[in-house]
């Protein structure tokens, strides 16, 4: 029996950045879906099952620390990793982001070669996930 594709969820308020990010992860065995607000990235994670959550910081109507606190305070969402992908790159972002209860944290400008490791990293770690 196979784990079905290796969802990802990017929640990203710039339309060029999300697609940029749906171009390099999408792949066969990879789908990736997108919110463009803190409100609807919250919604899609809680009504959809990912592998990964890659969230911006600043995002309108909540916030991505907000979000990451929210999903990680669910015990549906808690365990689904969460990395930030941002360009708000002060130690005290980090640390905010980390005391939420990200997994990781992902500077803008990023490096494709590092998302495409990111998610190729979780996918051989994977065991299925169950069904919502």
Excluded: W
Excluded at 25 to 42: F, I, K, P, S
Aim: proline letters at 5%; a neutral charge; aromatic letters at 4%.
């Amino acid at each position: 029996m196979t784990a079905g594709p290796f969802r990802i969820l990017v929640v990203e308020d710039e339309p060029v950045i999300r697609e940029l990010v749906r171009s390099m992860l999408t792949e066969d065995g990879v789908e990736v879906e997108c919110a463009e607000n803190g409100v609807e990235g919250l919604k899609l994670a809680r009504t959809q099952r990912f592998d990964l959550i890659l969230l911006d910081v600043v995002l309108p109507l909540m916030d991505g620390i907000t979000v990451c606190r929210m999903l990680k305070a669910d015990a549906n969402t808690a365990s689904v990793p969460l990395h930030m992908l941002t360009a708000k790159a002060k130690k005290t972002d980090v640390e905010a982001a980390t005391k939420a209860g990200a997994n990781g944290y992902i500077h803008k400008p990023f490096r494709g070669a590092e998302l495409i490791d990111l998610v190729a990293g979780l996918r051989a770690a994977r065991t299925p996930a169950a069904t919502r």
